[in-house]
């Protein structure tokens, strides 16, 4: 609907031979825009941007370094929010991004194997993606194709097909997060379900990889399920008894203080400390939410 919006655009770059624009006859979402331009690219490595996120000027470089091994068909930057001062959401936001890459995705890539390159800011070889197009395209849930969760499903074919998948730390990329509840919880949910689904294709993986990777996958998927049964206990012992779970609140809260402050003595910024406030947030909104996304992955 917004068509016109790339006229400027496409009139001040048509005439560089480095650009080759692609005007699709309509809005054919995320998976197969990226199959049309890959089919139609010459290089050795294709980067993926979204349209929503500013590339430090060392980016490309930092990442091609990392596809020189050739075992590599992968590699994704480090992601922080663009709007980080917009709310009180986008601050806390950043900072889980920041968990998200430096602990998860950098400890993961200790073993050669990050299991979502996040799609604002990811390279790949073209000769592993154009061999695993098909099967991208192709993707099915119970009968229907997948439109959602391309970057987790892209990477775990990637792994699949034998290549390794990294993080470079150094290649930053600034991207526009959600600012108000409504947005954030809806891309939240079509997370959720991508992970459920992809986890499967996971399991199948984790025979060939690292036994620390077996662990990571199996407590990103139990973790949320036995803090679900502990809330519920707790709200089961409330309404029986009319009694607080005191120690079941103390442990929560003594896990949410040590992983803040182990976070903050990281990133060396007192920040991190707010992010406790993250802990409400995922217990009383993303775990409903991803019980409910466990119940409609055919959505």
Same mark, same amino acid.
């Given at each position: ?7 400027? +655009? ?21 998976? @197969? ?25 060392? +980016? ?5 370094? @990392? ?73 099915? #849930? ?17 792994? @699949? ?41 996971? #399991? ?39 009694? +607080? ?38 217990? #009383? ?15």
């Amino acid at each position: 609907a917004n068509r016109d919006a790339l006229v400027g +655009v496409h009139e001040e770059y048509a005439g560089d031979p480095r650009f080759n624009f692609i005007a699709l006859p309509k809005n054919v979402g995320k998976r @197969k825009a990226q199959i049309a331009a890959i089919r139609r690219s010459c290089g050795d490595l294709v980067l993926n941007v979204d349209s929503d996120t500013i590339l430090a000027p060392d +980016v490309i470089t930092r990442l091609a370094l @990392k596809m020189q091994d050739q075992a590599v068909g992968a590699a994704m930057g480090q992601l922080a929010a663009s709007n980080r001062s917009e709310t009180w959401l986008t601050r806390l936001i950043d900072m889980e991004y920041w968990l998200a890459c430096n602990e998860e995705r950098a400890a993961q890539a200790r073993f050669g194997a990050v299991m979502c390159c996040c799609g604002p800011c990811a390279m790949y070889r073209r000769s592993a993606l154009v061999s695993l197009l098909d099967q991208y395209e192709t993707q099915r #849930f119970r009968g229907k194709p997948s439109d959602f969760g391309e970057d987790r499903h892209l990477t775990i074919l990637m792994l @699949k097909a034998g290549f390794r998948t990294e993080y470079v730390p150094e290649a930053v990329a600034a991207t526009v997060v959600p600012n108000s509840m409504g947005p954030y919880l809806r891309q939240q949910l079509r997370w959720a379900r991508s992970t459920f689904r992809d986890t499967l294709l996971a #399991f199948q993986l984790l025979r060939g990889l690292n036994i620390y990777l077996t662990l990571d996958v199996i407590g990103q998927n139990i973790g949320p399920l036995l803090l679900s049964l502990s809330i519920l206990a707790g709200l089961a012992q409330f309404v029986t008894t009319g009694t +607080v779970p005191w120690t079941a609140c103390l442990m929560i809260a003594a896990m949410t203080i040590v992983r803040c402050s182990v976070a903050a003595f990281r990133a060396r910024q007192l920040r991190f400390l707010g992010f406790s406030l993250h802990t409400l947030i995922n217990i #009383f909104l993303l775990l409903p939410l991803k019980a409910y996304a466990l119940c409609t992955l055919s959505n």
